[in-house]
């Protein structure tokens, strides 16, 4: 499939792993030279794989919470690329506990990454898109964003922010011809998710209609979707990407 990415630069936050690095593959696949942001190491995997798609590309490391360093890093992609076409805010943390049990530091640090982190990028990203009246954004929300989920209030409440957000800068850019959506994935086969026991596996596939979990590679054709002319017309949306679990 052309998506007519070629040469398009696009900021990927948390992209050494699993949605993050599948959907810097798509992109490179589609000719987009992907910028990786995050805590991690570039895998040489990963490394080797972007260098066949033939594209530019590159990885930042940096702690999303360091508002200095973030900025560094945008103007030096910047000066490097020339410009930042688009945004994919992947990046994200759980510190799941119960409410009543939960300390102050487990939900302003998982606040601080998955949604202070975003306006920090965001702010940085936009002002190239502006000036260039295009421009991509799209944050990587979750279904608990909108289910909710027990010992995840803290999580569902970041996710469920970045998708108002979303909404309000739809409507503050769009005639700048820059349109922000979300992508709200189910239970995808990550690590995390391998992490738990076969019958914790089946217990979360019997919840959803098509009977297995979510690959990342779904995510990230539906991010590079996003990305494309082709999605050029869809601006404050939240796409849930979830084998029908939720079907709101």
């Known amino acids: ?148 989920n027990a010992g995840q209030s803290n999580y569902a409440a970041t996710k469920a922010g970045a998708e108002g957000m979303a909404r309000s800068l739809a409507r503050e850019l769009g005639s700048r011809s820059i349109t922000v959506n979300c992508v709200a994935p189910g239970f995808i086969d990550t690590d995390m998710t391998r992490a738990l026991n076969e019958a914790q596996r089946a217990g979360l596939q019997s919840q959803i209609p098509l009977g297995r979990l979510g690959l990342p590679e779904d995510i990230a054709e539906t991010v590079a979707f996003l990305v494309s002319d082709g999605a050029q017309y869809v601006t404050g949306e939240t796409i849930h990407v979830n084998g029908g679990l939720y079907m709101g």
């Open 1 to 148: 499939m052309d998506l007519q990415l070629r040469d398009r630069v696009i900021v990927i936050t948390g992209g050494t792993s699993g949605i993050g690095a599948a959907t810097a593959l798509a992109l490179a696949r589609e000719g987009a030279c992907p910028v990786m942001m995050g805590l991690d190491a570039l895998p040489l995997q990963l490394s080797d794989d972007l260098q066949q798609a033939g594209v530019r590309f590159s990885h930042h490391t940096v702690d999303l919470r360091d508002h200095e360093r973030v900025a560094t890093i945008i103007d030096s992609i910047v000066t490097e690329y020339g410009r930042i076409d688009g945004l994919v805010n992947n990046a994200g943390i759980t510190q799941d506990n119960l409410l009543m049990r939960m300390k102050e530091d487990e939900w302003h640090s998982v606040v601080d990454t998955n949604l202070n982190a975003l306006y920090r990028l965001c702010k940085g990203c936009l002002r190239g898109m502006t000036k260039a009246k295009w421009g991509r954004v799209i944050n990587i929300t979750s279904v608990v964003g909108s289910m909710g």
